[in-house]
């Protein structure tokens, strides 16, 4: 069965560059769901979109912005780049019809230097 | 503001013995996730909750939501190795909030 991709699996950056993390969900799916995971930290909610619009919004940065294409796969760009971004970032889709079960992407590791 | 709180957060246990995760929230909130993550993974959902009353099973894994209490359980029933994970909960009212998490050790 297809899985949520996400892409690329590891990045490396430098301070004040940017980045741009892609996540495809699984078909059918309306809704995607972006996270942040510090090295032994808790998950942090960044931000969803359901059907192309935002719906909820997290601690995502003012630096960083997402959007949802028509296709459905989502984009998040960071830019400014700070070395406290450093994590993983974790997509995952979902939708009504499957009780609003998240499937969970691989995750990007984002390191910056 | 919507607080999530777990515990505990480190369990060790006997393989075989019966334990539970507790997860209070502080206002209303619509959903209640758990999550399972293996060191270096990413997250695999378990379990969502929506209404008060709901009870789901999977496995030696059982979840319960009481959203008068704003308490949500997840009950392991005769622990064996392969549960041992770090498990989180988390609440959503307009953003989705996570616990600290409940580092589980199972021993053999």
């Known amino acids: 069965a297809a899985g949520v991709i996400q892409s690329p699996r590891h990045l490396i950056k430098e301070k004040r560059e940017t980045a741009t993390l892609k996540c495809y969900p699984i078909?059918?799916?309306?809704?995607v769901y972006w996270y942040q995971q510090g090295p032994g930290q808790d998950p942090q909610f960044l931000i969803s979109?359901?059907?192309?619009?935002?719906?909820d919004k997290g601690s995502i940065p003012d630096r960083f912005s997402a959007q949802q294409f028509s296709d459905y796969h989502s984009e998040l760009n960071m830019s400014s780049l700070e070395l406290g971004d450093s994590a993983l970032y974790f997509c995952?889709?979902?939708?009504?019809?499957?009780?609003?079960?998240?499937?969970f992407g691989p995750g990007t590791r984002l390191t910056v230097t | 503001e919507l607080k999530v709180e777990q515990n505990p957060l480190f369990l060790s246990m006997q393989e075989g013995k019966n334990y539970t995760i507790y997860c209070n929230y502080s206002?209303?909130?619509?959903?209640l996730y758990w999550y399972r993550q293996d060191p270096g993974k990413s997250l695999e959902s378990l379990f969502v909750l929506l209404s008060n009353g709901a009870v789901k099973q999977e496995g030696r894994l059982m979840a319960s939501l009481d959203t008068k209490a704003r308490l949500s359980t997840l009950h392991i029933t005769a622990a064996v190795h392969d549960l041992s994970a770090t498990y989180f909960c988390a609440a959503r009212d307009d953003k989705i909030i996570f616990g600290k998490g409940t580092r589980l050790h199972i021993l053999p």
């Open positions: 206002t209303t909130s619509d959903r």
């Open positions: 979109f359901y059907e192309k619009m935002q719906s």
């Open positions: 995952a889709s979902s939708s009504r019809d499957i009780g609003y079960e998240q499937y």
């Open positions: 078909p059918r799916h309306d809704t």
